[in-house]
């Protein structure tokens, strides 16, 4: 089901303070008291950057030891992000919230520990930045399939390129019921 960041709770997406002149812009993606006037307390302590073809779908990726919450932006070009509500017993498991970043809008999201994270790049070279909240892990991440009918997601209709790891991601339902899914818990 699509959400807004207030049915989505500890979602949020936020404007980039902007500043326009005649040599461009200057863009502060990251000020720590206008992100904790908006209940993010987060300290960032690893940045990731990619940049994707037309259509190549990362995700819908989480990290839970240690648990990672990740502020997201698009640098150039476009990307549909998706994020969906892995914890259990939320009233929102499953839930999801899609919106358009852009390098234009300057829109940033953030998404919480607990919450799988996803896009699919709508235009060549689109450049994705994450801020992370935790370093990466490779034994304490996962992720759940981005196309499971359970999540309903209206995916873009254009032609989809997956790595062969995101391609064998689990469905909801699976990854609830393996037990490393316990790391995510509402409420906890």
């Known amino acids: 089901m699509l959400r807004s960041c207030d049915e989505l709770p500890g979602v949020r997406i936020l404007a980039a303070r902007c500043y326009h002149d005649e040599r461009g812009f200057l863009l502060q993606s990251y000020v720590a008291s206008a992100l904790a006037a ?4 987060a300290r960032f302590c690893q940045a990731i950057q990619s940049t994707s073809h037309r259509g190549v779908v990362r995700g819908l990726h989480f990290q839970w030891q240690p648990a990672m919450g990740k502020l997201i932006r698009c640098v150039t070009g ?6 969906v509500d892995v914890r259990l017993g939320s009233p929102t498991f499953g839930d999801h919230l899609a919106a358009q970043l852009t390098g234009d809008n300057h829109a940033v999201l953030w998404a919480p520990p607990g919450f799988a994270h996803g896009f699919v790049a709508l235009e060549e ?30 995916w873009p209709d254009l032609p ?20 490393r899914s316990g790391h995510f818990r509402f409420g906890a």
């Open 78 to 83: 476009r990307v549909f992000d998706v994020v």
């Open 160 to 179: 989809k390129f997956l790595s062969p790891k995101d391609q064998a991601l689990p469905t909801l339902k699976s990854w609830s019921e393996d037990p």
């Open 38 to 41: 908006e209940g993010i307390t």
């Open 125 to 154: 070279g689109s450049t994705v930045l994450y801020e992370c909240s935790a370093e990466w892990n490779p034994q304490g991440e996962g992720g759940i399939l981005w196309n499971d009918p359970q999540l309903g997601i209206d």
